[in-house]
């Protein structure tokens, strides 16, 4: 065991986003890191490493950010990248945490410093980031809306605080933005579709806006005027990615997310929700597979590493 790691088990469940990626070879793991997939875990700790300075106990249920690794029934994890399940969260729920809610923190507070009474566009509503960047701007007091690609995945996000949305494959979300705003456009874009959308998305943005990309799922070329288009609105073009930042960096992310956001899954009104689509055992990972390679899930996909009969919680 590495010195001032913590090592999770054995009731441990798995996330399988940016599989597909990885298969394909376009997502290779950060420079030291494990290239087994699985980028967060839930689980129970088994034990602590030599050195480890906080106060985690054997058994305590836990949730973790990894840079590859997750799958697998045990995990060693620096300790300052370990936050507690939320009490009233099972396992399977804790797994579905970890990265798209570090992810979704991340754009909206460090990267996109979204502010109360903003309006932010969050691109593909129903996934799992996507899901809780709606719920995070609520909880920032800031206004959603989003897009997405189906009636069900607009009816989920409006579910959990989207004050609007728009399905892309039928018109112009540009254009349902423009109308939602009164022609102010969006102060925030959290755009992880890139290339195909570009003249959209910076055709809705608000002068002075922030426009954030974390990935590229419809394309990484632009052909066109972005820069001057760009240019009269004044518009701010970030991107992030969060896999490859250093410890300090996720370290400090874990610990502002615990303190403004972890509390919010289990205060008494329960603001916040995970979103599972669905769970699979580890022997039913290809399937799993193809369910996200569809776009068919709505929220996270959980993978379940040990045998049904020995799951605890
Ligand atoms: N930069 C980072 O640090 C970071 C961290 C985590 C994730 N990510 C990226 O964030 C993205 C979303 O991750 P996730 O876990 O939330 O994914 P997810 O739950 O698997 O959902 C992805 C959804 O995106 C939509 N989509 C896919 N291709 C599209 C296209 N060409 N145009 C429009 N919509 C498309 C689909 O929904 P519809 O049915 O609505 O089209 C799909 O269900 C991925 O690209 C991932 O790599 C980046």
């Not at 890139?194 to 990935?215: F, H, I, K, M, T």
């Not at 669905?278 to 996200?292: G, K, N, P, Q, V």
Request: net charge neutral.
């Amino acid at each position: 065991m590495i010195k001032r790691t913590i090592s999770c088990s054995p009731t441990q469940y798995n996330w399988i986003l940016k599989v597909l990626f990885w298969r394909r070879g376009l997502y290779p793991p950060p420079p030291g890191e494990s290239d087994i997939i699985g980028l967060e875990v839930a689980g129970t700790v088994d034990s602590l490493g030599p050195g480890v300075k906080t106060n985690w106990k054997p058994d305590e249920r836990v949730m973790a950010l990894l840079s590859g690794g997750g799958y697998a029934e045990y995990v060693a994890v620096p300790e300052e990248l370990l936050m507690p399940v939320p009490s009233n969260l099972t396992l399977c729920q804790a797994a579905a945490v970890p990265e798209a809610w570090l992810t979704a923190f991340q754009l909206l507070d460090f990267i996109g410093t979204v502010k109360e009474g903003e309006v932010v566009l969050v691109h593909a509503g129903g996934s799992g980031v996507g899901t809780a960047a709606v719920q995070l701007v609520r909880l920032f007091g800031a206004v959603p809306v989003v897009t997405a690609g189906s009636p069900e995945k607009l009816k989920m996000a409006e579910k959990l605080g989207a004050a609007a949305g728009f399905n892309y494959k039928e018109g112009s979300f540009a254009k349902g933005v423009h109308d939602f705003t009164g022609g102010k456009g969006a102060n925030v874009i959290l755009d992880c579709i890139g290339g195909c959308n570009w003249e959209q998305n910076v055709s809705c943005l608000a002068v002075d806006g922030r426009w954030v990309l974390y990935g590229t799922m419809g394309g990484r070329s632009v052909d066109g005027d972005l820069l001057g288009k760009l240019l009269s609105k004044r518009g701010h073009l970030l991107s992030s990615l969060l896999r490859s930042r250093s410890l300090q960096y996720k370290a400090n992310l874990v610990k502002a997310f615990s303190r403004r956001v972890l509390p919010h899954f289990s205060d008494q009104s329960a603001s916040l929700k995970p979103v599972i689509d669905s769970t699979f055992s580890l022997e039913d990972i290809a399937e799993a597979h193809r369910h996200m390679e569809a776009n068919r899930n709505m929220g996270k996909i959980v993978v379940n590493v040990i045998p049904q009969k020995q799951e605890t919680q």
